[in-house]
């Protein structure tokens, strides 16, 4: 499983999920997200970043991809929703919805005469809204999409032409990984339906057989009053020392871009990035984007991509090699042998990995792993540099940019908060294997 960099738990967002986070099963990450999400659809789109000519208000679409199971997907939302609740619960009984079926209905929803444009959005079938997207005729996924670039969107037929603009659509969709890659088509990857989500990975991080409800009274009366006062800024810009890593991290982001399918699912990363910058800036009541609200996106970012590289392994136009040491990199705990023979579905012999394991070079260490009684398991570690160059930067590797600032970073937040999250997003003792889904012919997180 990815891991969310501390630095994502920044402000008022993080502090909401410190507190609830050892009184549920509920992944860190997903709560997060779909705090950072939802305070945006309750602040609107007068807020805003620009990157060229383009405004981009707090409109954060977050994917949240997890196992049936495990994935504790709707305990996520259902501790997101009591702090809206308790922040307002106007908006949370007028202006949350789910259902969206056609573009012609988000159309005339929000083309009424009411003047309030903004709308939360929770689905917790992601794959049903792909499967209605398919449909012969269907608008649904170029509204999305103009909504979420512009606001607008409008469809000339030839009887009645529809069209709104002003509208403040955010969407926290849910999903397994198995159902997104059976139910996901090419024309959703190409056309740009997919990266406008944000995917977001995500396990049980331990379990609770008896868990405690939290009382979120007093998180939802301050994120209420932060959200007052974040309506009233307009255009916000980044200060000195957020442009200068920002400079930095555009082109760790380059960098990072993958060939083939999974390029065009990660192919909005600093606008997303921004966005989330921009919310983090608004939730803190600072009228410039500054060095830890840009670190703090950078980090949410970071995960995103890190999941969809996971989720998309076999979309992605790489070597054996390749695919190999993002394998290994991807876990601290080591891979096995036969983890590792199951990456390839088993159509590696045992000479071919030790082969692509030697081309590896001083990147790799194997070691033996006598923990559990029985015949001793060899283990694969990753020795080497993060992977991806986004990565590198958050980490303040000594090859990556800006190394100096990352050492001296602001901290609003205490040591021991981010200690315990850090220790809150560790894997679950299930672990997610990889397996052969013969039905789209890559491979899934289980």
Known sequence: MPCLHKDAYHGIAGEIVTEIAPQTEADPAAMLVSTLASAGAMIGDGPHVRIGAAKHPPRIWPLVIGRTSSGRKGES?????????????????????????????IIAYFAGDDPDKRLLVVESEFARLL?????????????????????????????????????????????????????????????????????????????????????????????????????????????????????????????????????????????????????????????????????????????????????????????DADKLADFLADTVGGRTRTEIRDLFRRNRSTREIDELLRELGGYVTAEEDRSEAGRPVTRVYWTGPRRDSLGSLLAGEPDSPTTERLNDIPRSEQAGVRSYIESTTKPPPEKPQVSGDKSSGRNVVL
């Not at 259902?78 to 259902?99: H, K, M, P």
Request: charged share 20%; hydrophobic share 45%; net charge neutral.
């Open 131 to 319: 499967s209605a997207s398919r449909r012969e005729n269907n608008t649904l996924s170029p509204v999305l999409r103009d909504l979420w670039d512009r606001g607008r969107a409008g469809i000339m037929t030839r009887g009645e032409p529809v069209h709104c603009h002003g509208a403040h659509l955010v969407i926290i969709a849910h999903v397994t990984p198995r159902e997104l890659l059976v139910k996901l088509s090419d024309s959703d990857i190409s056309g740009g339906l997919l990266n406008r989500f944000l995917p977001v990975l995500v396990q049980r991080p331990h379990l609770l057989p008896d868990p405690a409800a939290v009382d979120v009274t007093a998180h939802g009366r301050e994120l209420a009053g932060r959200i007052v006062k974040a309506c009233a800024f307009g255009e916000l810009r980044r200060d000195a020392d957020a442009q200068a890593l920002w400079n930095d991290a555009y082109t760790a982001i380059a960098r990072d871009e993958a060939d083939g399918p999974l390029g065009e699912i990660l192919a909005r990363g600093p606008s997303y990035t921004m966005r989330l910058a921009l919310t983090y800036a608004l939730l803190d009541g600072a009228p410039r984007i500054g060095f830890a609200h840009l670190r703090a996106a950078l980090a949410v970012w970071a995960f995103a991509a890190a999941s969809a590289r996971r989720v998309f392994a076999d979309t992605a136009c790489r070597s």
């Open 77 to 105: 939302w259902a501790q997101t929703e009591d702090v809206i609740i308790a922040a307002d619960e106007n908006f949370a009984a007028n202006r949350l919805t789910s259902g969206l079926s056609t573009g012609e209905g």
